[in-house]
């Protein structure tokens, strides 16, 4: 084969270090960003937080006034301490099985480039007065603190076996069994496990430390919250009807927790009524006074901590039309840290082209941050311009939104669209939602329009809360009454979307 030389010519995307970072910060939610902040500041030394307010440098990314409708509406998009930082083509890159009769039961009671040059360091100064944080006002709780400091479980059961006289060896039954408890109040592991855990394989002291575990299940079982102790939930429901007042229907309802739970499930009086002999009439009440148990008594002394969603965007009536801002709160305040950059200036001696390195990768993550609020804020601008109507009527006024008119209207991809509305939350009158609630797929309607899929589910939800408990509507009636509305809706979609409202089935939703 014959040797020789071509020239061909290609091309190729590559992403580099500052555009990874740039995608990688889109696509963090708040929290995440926080935690990242922090670990930036850890690792290089010439980030800093902004303590003080700067003079503001008007960067070019002031109020803006955009028309939502030429007669009536505006549509005004202001930014605070926000800046310009690259341009938007930086940013762009990106069966359900059949649950268990307790599940259901449960259910029932209960109701996610290029480089350029590097700016001066003076450009990344301050902009905005942190937030600020009074630690004087007594009046003031932490609502983390409170939920911390809520009692156990484990510490309201072993308050209540102080009042007992036990030997050494139940003391020492009793402790070990509540500390084995589980969140809800279940002891999930049978008692001759706990015992061989400490017995091992001594027979004689394995029946010794199982009697004393069944002595102190007892004691366990007749402490307060009712139900706790219990190993399953048949246990658990029979345990609390102990302590509910002897009649027919209290006899009634332990005799249907003796029973298979997907009877109970079911609702399916007849064959209860079969089973424990009582007639129908008793077996309803029955059933009511069971679904007023708790079928996990344990959960109201969890310690959860619970996850305060922080609204990355905030929207505000203003006039005829809405402001749309981003909120300054989730906003870190960073600059480059001048004396450390001075002295690099000045001393450009070994080891300097590490740490030049280390000072422009801090004025990349900054303006990386920059970017990505102004691509949210770009973003929420061109959702609540589209979705006009639901922050005036709400969300039966919904329109079908899919990602690529956005990213159309933007010039940006749609996996750029897709990073921004995840786990990013807009204040609005209405409440706090997330942005991906805003796009919504389209259902044909009797006059060749479309009709959006969020606003199908708010009328499902409305069909259902003013329906009659005696007589709750199936998913077939439902998708006849959205076919009266001139919406084309086919019982499967409404099963689904009744699914996704976590409402129950028509069965489940009857009052008997």
Not at 8 to 22: G, I, K
């Amino acid at each position: 084969m014959k040797q020789g030389l071509s020239l061909r010519v290609s091309q190729h995307l590559a992403l580099t270090p500052q555009l990874q970072q740039s995608i990688r910060l889109l696509q963090l939610s708040t929290l995440e960003l926080s935690q990242e902040v922090e670990q930036m500041i850890d690792e290089n030394p010439f980030l800093e937080v902004a303590e003080e307010a700067a003079p503001r440098e008007d960067f070019g990314l002031g109020a803006v006034d955009t028309p939502v409708s030429q007669e009536t509406r505006e549509f005004e998009s202001t930014t605070d301490s926000i800046a310009v930082g690259a341009d938007d083509s930086g940013a762009a890159g990106q069966n359900d099985s059949e649950p268990s009769s307790e599940a259901k039961l449960e259910e029932s009671w209960e109701g996610d480039g290029s480089v350029e040059t590097a700016p001066d360091d003076n450009e990344w100064g301050g902009d905005a007065t942190p937030r600020k944080n009074n630690n004087n006002d007594d009046s003031d709780v932490d609502a983390t603190e409170l939920a911390r400091s809520q009692e156990s479980l484990q510490d309201h059961l072993h308050r209540q076996a102080l009042s007992l006289r036990l030997s050494p060896e139940g003391k020492a039954a009793l402790h070990f069994l509540i500390e084995s408890l589980n969140d809800d109040g279940y002891l999930e592991d049978s008692l001759t496990s706990l015992a061989a855990g400490l017995a091992g394989d001594d027979v004689e002291q394995l029946e010794a430390v199982a009697h004393e575990f069944a002595v102190a299940l007892k004691l366990l079982q007749h402490m307060e919250p009712a139900g706790v102790g219990a190993r399953n939930l048949a246990e658990c429901l029979s345990l609390q009807l102990l302590d509910c007042k002897n009649n027919d229907e209290t006899r009634a309802a332990i005799a249907i927790c003796q029973q298979p739970m997907e009877l109970l499930a079911k609702r399916d009086v007849k064959r209860l009524s079969q089973l424990c002999g009582c007639p129908d009439a008793v077996i309803k009440g029955a059933i009511g006074l069971i679904g007023r148990l708790d079928p996990k008594p344990g959960r109201r002394f969890v310690n959860v901590e619970r996850n305060l969603i922080v609204p990355d965007v905030l929207v505000v009536k203003s006039g005829r039309g809405f402001k749309v801002s981003l909120n300054s709160e989730v906003m870190p305040r960073l600059r480059v840290h001048d004396i450390y950059a001075n002295a690099l200036k000045q001393n450009k001696g070994q080891g300097g082209q590490a740490l030049q390195q280390r000072l422009q990768e801090a004025r990349w993550f900054i303006k990386n941050i920059q970017q990505r609020f102004d691509t949210i804020l770009r973003v929420s601008s061109a959702i609540v311009e589209r979705q006009k109507n639901f922050f005036t009527h709400g969300e039966l006024a919904m329109r079908p939104l899919v990602l690529r008119e956005i990213a159309d209207e933007l010039g940006l991809h749609e996996s750029t669209i897709s990073r921004v509305t995840t786990a990013k939350y807009m204040s609005t009158p209405f409440g706090t939602f997330e942005l991906k609630y805003f796009f919504g797929s389209a259902l044909g309607t009797e006059t060749g329009g479309n009709a959006s899929s969020t606003a199908v589910r708010a009328l499902i939800k409305q069909f259902v809360a003013s329906e009659s408990l005696k007589k709750p509507l199936s998913d077939n009636q439902i998708s006849e009454m959205l076919k009266e509305q001139g919406i084309e809706c086919a019982r499967r979609t409404v099963a689904k979307y009744r699914e996704a409202l976590r409402i129950a089935p028509a069965n489940l939703r009857k009052s008997l």
